[in-house]
Structure formats: C-alpha cells, structure tokens
C-alpha cells in the first residue's frame, strides 16, 4: 500500500517535470550567454522561486476546489466572466504561440539532420504536426514520458563533454541584455497546466500535492542547470538560439550535431503533439467548435503566424513566457488572494504585499519582454 502511495506522489512530480521541461531547455543557454551568467543565474533564481509560489497557490486553489478545475473554469469560478474570458484568450492565444515555438524548433533541426532551409524545415513539420493533430496516434498520452527521457538523455549528453568546458564562457555579464532571459527562463519553468492532473493522480494522498509540487517544479531546474553550465561552457560564443548548432560547432562534431538535433526534434514532435491536441481539444468542447474547424484553427494559426514573420524562436519565446504566461500567473495571484479572503483555513503563510510585489514584477517582465525585441 505504501509502495503504491509513493508511486502515485512519484508519477505526480514526474507529471509535471515532463510537462515543464520541454522546448524552453534549448533557449537557455543562448540567454545565458547574452546577458551574462552569473546574471543569468541570479535571474533564473528568482524566477523559479516566484514560480514556485504561484504554483504552490494554484495547488491550494486546485485543492479547495469541488469541480471546474481547468483553468479557465477556475477563473470564472473564484473570480467573474470578465476574467474568464481574458483568461480563455491568454490560454487560447498562448497555446498557438508554444505551437508556433514547436514549429520554428522542429525547421532548425530538421533542416540541422537534411541540410534544407529552416523554412522549409518548418513547412515540412507543419504538415506532419497537422496530420498527427487529425489522427491523434496511440503514442498520445504517453509523450510527457519519452519527452522526458529524450531531454535526460540530451542532458546527460551534453554533460559528458565536462572535460570540454572552458569556464572564461562563465565571465562578464551585459546590462542592457538583462531583461533578455526573463521570458525564456519563465517560459521554460512553468508548468502549472497540469497541477489539477497531478491532484487526480495522488488519489487519497491529495495532502501530499505542495510536497510534489515543489519537487516538480524544482527538478526541471536542476536538469536546466546542468544542461546551461555544459552548453554555455562549451560552446561560449558559439552558442546558438537553438543550443545544439553552437555545441557541435564547437566540438566540430558532425555526429553531436545530427545526434543533438535528431533528440531535439523528438523532444520537440511529442510536446507539439501533445500541445496541438490539447488547444484542438479546447476549441472543441470549451469552445464548441466544429471537429474540423478546430483541427484546422490548431494547425493552422501557428503556421500562418510564422508565415507573417515571427521566426525569431528567442523572442517568441520570451513573449509566450513573460505575457502569456504572466497573465496566466496573475490570475493565480487574484484567484489565491480571494480565496484566502474568503474561505479561512490553513494557507501558505504570505505577507499581502507580496502579492503585490509579484503582480508588479511579471507585468513589468511582460512589457520590458514586448519592447526588448530579444
């Protein structure tokens, strides 16, 4: 009984490290390095700290919460319509931007494995994505898995070079880039949509969701890094958007490169799949749309955006994290001040302030993210 119980909290935290860990690991080491690391670092202290908190008060609510556990569901619930439906668009809207990030990511590697253009790299994993989204193959449900298999192995890949490492790339840092890192670290670091999963997943230990919550927030950490001290130290200036061009350059290894970029588009093919899915499956049954049309509006949007031109992967990046994900977190903030308001009981001791303190500081990201232009 006990081994089961301990399984469940173990798959609970695992839910959310392979939900967090994905396309945002192979940004980091590029911010790093343009802001400088030790800036980088203490950025990257803060944020995972503040996105532990909020994801810590989303478990609260999740907990104190009889049904509606999506979270657009949540917001009308504990808040009003009005924050309902900006929460609808910020879920909707931010959902094709980590679409559109899948889709510039799957070009670079594969035109990194074929020697094509980027763009045509992109038009080709457009296709086979919007195939996938339509079929939805038995591998679905069993990605966040092998995304995070694919990324240990990655890690542990790219630590293996330690000998490698010259520790001059760890110098300097830049001022004028120090907002740089902001979008893609937040970006990388949360994973709050499958808080209401891992609650079912613990079953009768539902106590134990801030204890898994914590782990599952801090591992992906840990795991990033590992992986930024190898890259950056590697490669220095060399370092690509995409971390795996700069690492083989530098190793002038044709075998890292077609090894680093096959992992990554692995990586890169299960979350996209899981995440058009889940945006088809939104417009379907949130939002009633017809099978087709939201099947179309999933695949589609993303493409036609970067068809407008936003190829940029950093700055792409660092917008979803730091304006629609830091919507997403605020309303976390407003929902757990409520609700602590409004239901008594045992909390995670806060001063009101900081959610003040918070709220100012990711809108603040949100708006130098927007004019930074990274």
């Known amino acids: ?24 690991i192979f940004g980091l080491p590029y911010v790093f ?7 980088g670092l203490a950025e990257f202290t803060i944020i995972v700290a503040m996105v532990l908190l909020i994801q810590e008060m989303l478990g609260e609510v999740v907990l104190r919460t009889e049904d509606r556990k999506r979270f657009v569901g949540l917001a009308e619930k504990h808040l009003n319509r009005f924050w309902s439906n900006l929460t609808a ?17 799957g070009g670079i590697f594969i035109s990194e494995l074929t020697g094509l253009s980027a ?19 038995k591998i679905f449900g069993r990605t966040e898995f092998y995304i995070g298999l694919a990324v ?7 630590f293996s070079g330690f000998k490698y490492v010259d520790f001059s790339n760890f110098a ?20 709050f949509s499958v808080i209401p999963k891992m609650e079912d997943l613990l079953a009768g230990e539902k106590r134990r969701l801030p204890k898994a919550i914590k782990y599952g927030t801090l591992i992906p950490a840990v795991i990033y890094l590992v992986f930024i001290f190898a890259v950056l130290g590697i490669s220095g200036r060399l370092v690509s958007p995409d971390a795996v061009l700069g690492f083989a350059k530098a190793l002038n290894s044709k075998t890292v490169m077609f090894c680093g970029a096959l992992l990554g588009l692995l990586v890169v093919s299960g979350a996209a799949l899981s995440d058009g899915i889940y945006l088809k499956e939104t417009l379907r049954y949130d939002f009633r749309l017809g099978e087709n049309s939201s099947w179309l509006i999933a695949g589609a949007v993303p493409f036609v ?10 700055h792409v990046i660092g917008i979803v994290g730091a304006l629609f994900f830091g919507f997403q977190a605020i309303v976390i903030l407003m929902i757990h001040k409520k609700m602590r ?31 930074s232009g990274s």
């Open 341 to 371: 308001r409004r239901e008594p009981g045992r909390y995670l001791r806060l001063p009101a302030a900081l959610y003040y303190i918070i709220g100012v500081l990711v809108s603040l990201g949100a708006v130098f993210e927007i004019f």
């Open 305 to 314: 955006l970067f068809l407008l031109g936003a190829r940029n992967l950093i």
């Open 119 to 137: 763009f045509y790299g992109s038009a080709i994993f457009f296709i086979v994505l919007l195939f996938a989204i339509l079929v939805k193959p």
């Open 33 to 39: 390095f343009k802001a400088g690391f030790f800036l």
């Open 152 to 158: 240990i192995f990655l890690v542990l890949a790219s």
């Open 89 to 105: 668009v910020s879920v909707l809207t931010g959902s094709a931007g980590i679409l559109l990030i899948y889709l510039i990511l």
């Open 1 to 24: 009984m006990a081994e089961n119980k301990n399984g469940n909290f173990w798959l609970a935290v695992f839910s959310l490290v392979g939900t967090t860990v994905g396309a945002g």
């Open 172 to 191: 300097g840092f830049d001022l004028k880039n120090f907002v740089v890192p902001y979008g893609v670290i937040f970006f990388a670091v949360i994973g």
